[in-house]
């Protein structure tokens, strides 16, 4: 059963007990994709949201940014963000993904995946002037610490990162593999405690609704103030989180065509 506890100090949400660093590893090797897809590989519906996501995502970058040349995308699955922003910006897209089978897919594909940010390293360092984590950062033990190596080691100087992660306000958020449930707020104070200034922000349910704001999406770049970040708790979480669910629930039973969309619908979206 997973067990998620508040901070009495910041507010944010985080699992615990949880997994230890290296039982995550064979997890997200061994037992994710099969406990969540039902498959090793990628399937029809799998491929289906990703291709509505990084629609999205797309569509909000190119809102944000005008050029991007040297993209890593942390978490790639198959490598659809990485298509994504190769052919909307002409830039060279790498990306890391620790699934065996999502990796080999996204390879396949033309793509230069590696299994672990290490294996980079091994390669010769790279920097690039966009991140993205999709989906990704709600896995992460230790948030602030991993956010604050990707913009000392990893990042250029004027470099961005993109951040989406389910809306602790509105997605279910409480699985296994969720970590850290993030709400507007606790995203902002994480990605301001890593040193971040963020430049966008959107609550959203691409590609599942149109109505319920099911996730976050965050585009930040290095803070010149980032020494200085001053902690702001956020009062109120679980109540919150109570009124998102039970909105969700009853928009949901009251008018379910115009809240959820199809599985599929993002298949015809031409990326």
């Not at 990084?54 to 699955?77: R, T």
């Not at 990796?103 to 920097?127: D, H, M, S």
């Not at 691409?206 to 902690?231: D, E, F, K, M």
Request: neutral net charge; hydrophobic residues 40%.
């Amino acid at each position: 059963m997973v067990q998620n506890q508040i901070c009495l100090n910041c507010g944010l949400v985080f699992q615990s007990p949880r997994m230890t660093t290296a039982e995550l590893d064979v997890f997200y090797q061994q037992e994710y994709r099969q406990l969540y897809q039902g498959s090793e590989g990628p399937n029809p519906k799998d491929l289906a949201v990703q291709h509505g996501r990084a629609e999205s995502l797309i569509n909000f970058a190119q809102g944000n940014l005008a050029k991007v040349s040297h993209h890593l995308d942390i978490g790639c699955s198959a490598g659809l963000l990485l298509a994504a922003f190769a052919k909307a910006y002409g830039c060279r897209s790498v990306g890391v993904e620790p699934g065996d089978a999502y990796r080999e897919f996204a390879k396949g594909e033309g793509f230069t995946v590696y299994p672990a940010l290490e294996t980079i390293q091994e390669n010769g360092r790279e920097r690039f002037d966009l991140i993205s984590l999709a989906h990704v950062l709600e896995h992460i033990a230790s948030p602030v610490q991993y956010l604050a190596a990707l913009r000392r080691d990893w990042l250029t100087a004027d470099g961005y990162l993109l951040v989406e992660v389910p809306n602790l306000y509105c997605h279910d958020s409480f699985e296994v593999a969720h970590l850290v449930a993030y709400s507007p707020h606790s995203l902002t104070q994480t990605l301001q405690a890593a040193g971040f200034e963020v430049i966008g922000f959107k609550q959203h349910g691409q590609p599942r609704s149109q109505v319920l704001p099911l996730y976050l999406t965050a585009l930040a770049h290095p803070g010149l103030n980032a020494s200085i970040h001053q902690l702001k708790p956020e009062r109120w979480v679980a109540a919150k989180r109570r009124y998102g669910l039970i909105h969700r629930r009853l928009l949901s039973r009251l008018m379910p065509r115009r809240v959820w969309l199809p599985a599929d619908a993002s298949v015809n979206t031409g990326l």
